[in-house]
């Protein structure tokens, strides 16, 4: 495959270059950057230094990429850039024979949700694209895997969403004793604020700091609400996000009510949901940030104690919550193995 990356300089730039370095089917990447032109890409990412060469450039370059069998793009851009940009992009891709083959996969909210107005209340403002809200899939690879045999457009998901999908989704599946309601409590690092500083980013304010924001508001709600009514489960869920001092990693517990349920029950629900999915880790006691940091693992913890649940979970927002899950989304598109480029052992102490 050919690929470019929009927005390459970011962190989830970043991390698409470090995965896509080890995936077999590589033959050339073009990151393009409005900052960076002409500076080398280990000058912004110092760790990918002697392992990508080459240096930013400030446009794709549409007709040599039409020469590719595999043509690739991802964007990694500012929610709502891509979006803004789609319609002229597509205008190019007509241009160069290219609109049919170019798998498109965008890592920001822009084609997450089903419509224009779940758009604006999530984001805010109006949708820059609507018309082409229909063509992306919504990649939770571990639960949209059929749609995405063939996918040309996908949407990936948010971090958070990724990581409290993974946990309540199973829930459906045990029926009578599914929950009404679980309460979702998630904490995230800074780097799911992407790479400009700011005050909620900064190391001061930040590092030895804890706290809530956007309480049960947060913008990842939208597309965890539509995948919950695709699956057809009436589960509703409160979710409070936090801010901790770390740089990778999300955790997210959800503790709901299980007066009937017990622990075997609930493990055996996740068990048979997730048997043969390569990237989901079940343990017993807790995961760790730390023994997941890097990779495309989620781990996932199930207890049942005194009539009442929890599911815990633990990922890296830029690997399995944004450019590992985006590399396994391409790897599945294409029937390739779904594991290509993501075998990542987790560095431990993080
Ligand atoms: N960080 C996470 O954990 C995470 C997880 C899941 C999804 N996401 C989503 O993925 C997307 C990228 O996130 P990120 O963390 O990589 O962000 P980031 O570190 O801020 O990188 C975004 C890059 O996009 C480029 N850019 C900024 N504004 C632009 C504009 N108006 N037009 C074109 N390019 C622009 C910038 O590069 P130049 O200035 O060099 O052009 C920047 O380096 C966001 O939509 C984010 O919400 C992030």
Request: aromatic share 8%; hydrophobic share 45%.
């Amino acid at each position: 495959m050919d690929v470019v990356i929009l927005g390459a300089s970011g962190y989830g730039g970043g991390e698409l270059l470090r995965l896509l370095a080890s995936h077999p089917r590589l033959r050339s990447v073009s990151c393009i950057s409005r900052q960076h032109v002409g500076k080398s890409i280990g000058a912004v990412h110092p760790n990918l230094r002697g392992i990508v060469t080459g240096e930013f450039v400030a446009a794709p370059d549409w007709a040599a990429l039409a020469q590719s069998d595999c043509p690739v793009l991802f964007a990694a851009m500012p929610h709502g850039e891509f979006a803004r940009q789609l319609l002229q992009l597509e205008q190019q891709w007509l241009e160069h024979g290219l609109e049919r083959k170019l798998t498109v996969i965008d890592l920001s909210g822009d084609f997450r949700l089903a419509d224009a107005p779940s758009f604006s209340r999530s984001y805010g403002g109006e949708h820059p694209c609507p018309e082409r809200l229909a063509d992306f899939v919504y990649g939770l690879s571990e639960w949209r895997r059929v749609e995405l045999a063939g996918a040309r457009r996908i949407a990936n998901p948010g971090c958070f969403a990724t990581a409290i999908q993974l946990g309540l989704l199973p829930l459906a599946d045990l029926g009578a004793q599914a929950p009404a309601w679980v309460a979702v409590s998630a904490i995230t690092g800074s780097s799911g604020s992407g790479a400009s500083p700011s005050e909620t980013t900064h190391h001061p304010t930040r590092a030895n700091d804890f706290r809530a924001y956007k309480m049960l508001a947060h913008q990842h709600e939208g597309e965890i609400r539509r995948t919950l009514a695709e699956q057809g489960t009436a589960l509703d869920f409160a979710f409070v996000p936090h801010s901790a001092p770390l740089v990778r990693g999300i955790f997210a517990t959800l503790t709901f009510q299980a007066p009937d349920l017990s622990g075997a029950e609930l493990r055996a629900a996740f068990e048979q949901r997730y048997q043969d999915r390569r990237f989901i880790r079940l343990l017993e006691g807790t995961p760790r940030i730390a023994a997941v940091a890097g990779s495309n693992f989620a781990d996932i913890a199930v207890s049942v104690s005194g009539g009442n649940a929890c599911v815990l979970v633990a990922i890296d927002n830029l690997v399995k919550g944004m450019a590992g899950q985006a590399i396994q989304n391409l790897n599945l598109a294409h029937c390739w193995h779904e594991d290509a480029g993501l075998l990542q052992v987790p560095a431990y102490p993080a």
